[in-house]
């Protein structure tokens, strides 16, 4: 199993109100990106690209010295995460069997998830297999649809929920591991039909249940893992995390 690595780092973080990437945001003194490439890192991977947008020498600077394996992959418009992923489609390597895609600021994010994913990915010899979590307040958040069987029939956004579906807790954390057959032929497959104009990768899950095939999906322990920073108020929750933690 040859996995490549992609962390989706192109964002602007409007809410944020500052003019440098997301990414850069500070956490406790170092920035989003180096905290999830420091545990990508912990679980082997060698083949690793970042998607870059917005100022993007900015964040191979700031990688590069600290992490100089990393590829970098340009998303010059900023059209969804589908997009981001198909951007990096001729940066893959041949050999790669597996393609682990996630957020270059959720910090707190975990080896041992990752590594547990990985596995159930492999035993459940599934197409794709997606981190979710249980959110006390899941607003904001692509929500996980479940059969009754308890298997992943469907990722929905916020925007495009209806009542119903927004009040599921459990929500897709951007983290996901696709075999490469199963991702890459399909993102052609996606449209910018939706509220928000964009090509959601979340729509691969989507596509591939409709053509029957097995997606799984895997609660992380603690949904802090999984936590985004959105807004000045989110990053100040992580820091007091974080400080607890030490």
Same mark, same amino acid.
């Given at each position: ?135 006390? #307040?899941? *607003?904001?958040?692509? %929500?996980? !649809?479940?059969?009754?069987?308890? &298997? $992943? ?5 916020? +925007? #495009?929920? *209806?009542?119903?579906? %927004?009040? !599921?807790?459990?929500?897709?954390? &951007? $983290? ?5 057959? +199963? ?13 928000? &104009? ?49």
């Amino acid at each position: 199993m040859e996995v490549t690595v992609i962390i989706l780092a192109a964002g602007l973080g409007k809410r944020m109100k500052q003019n440098y990437p997301k990414v850069l945001t500070k956490l406790a003194g170092k920035e989003l990106i180096k905290y999830v490439l420091e545990t990508v890192s912990q679980i082997g991977r060698s083949d690793i690209i970042a998607v870059i947008g917005f100022k993007g020498e900015l964040v191979k600077d700031a990688v590069t010295p600290n992490f100089p394996g990393v590829k970098f992959a340009l998303q010059a418009e900023q059209l969804g995460t589908g997009h981001a992923v198909m951007c990096t489609r001729e940066m893959i390597p041949e050999n790669t069997t597996d393609i682990l895609v996630l957020c270059g600021d959720t910090p707190l994010i975990t080896s041992e998830s990752l590594i547990n994913l990985i596995q159930l990915h492999i035993e459940s010899s599934s197409k794709a297999t997606i981190l979710t979590a249980d959110l006390p #307040d899941p *607003t904001g958040y692509g %929500r996980i !649809i479940r059969d009754g069987d308890g &298997g $992943v029939v469907g990722i929905v956004e916020q +925007a #495009d929920a *209806t009542e119903e579906q %927004r009040m !599921i807790k459990e929500i897709n954390s &951007g $983290v996901y591991i696709f075999k490469k057959e +199963a991702l890459l032929p399909n993102l052609d497959k996606l449209t910018s039909n939706n509220s928000q &104009g964009e090509y959601y990768l979340t729509d691969i899950i989507r596509i591939l249940f409709n053509s029957g095939e097995k997606i799984s999906g895997l609660k992380a322990g603690d949904f802090h893992e999984i936590l985004g920073v959105n807004t000045k108020e989110h990053l100040e929750s992580l820091e007091e995390i974080i400080r607890g933690q030490r």
